[in-house]
């Protein structure tokens, strides 16, 4: 993964939304040099900001991070309570069995 790579994405993004710099820096309440040095690689966003522009472009963080060329969009809210159900289990689980490692380091100790 590569800063550059970050960056043409975003690039790209913006102009494919026929946005300029400072318009994408005003929805992000941020100033427009901050969308340059992003989109030339000078900068990198914080976990916050990456999911914010993720927000903003619905698309994921793997698109824009390289890890996948396709751009998937996010539509998480769209799922019904049914197709929402297995997720929300595995989150269950995970974090029966962080507690209960957590709770076995702590007794290890």
Known sequence: MSI??????LKAMRK????TQAQLAKKMKLVTGTISAYETGLKYPSL???VAICQIFDTSADYL???SDRQMPLKMGALTDA??????QIIAEVTQY???RE???TKDE
């Open 4 to 9: 550059e790579y970050f960056g043409e994405k």
């Open 16 to 19: 494919n939304k026929g946005w």
């Open 48 to 50: 916050e900001r990456l």
């Open 65 to 67: 991070l390289g890890l």
């Open 83 to 88: 197709q929402m159900q297995p997720f929300l």
């Open 98 to 100: 962080n507690t209960l």
């Open 103 to 105: 709770k076995s380091q």
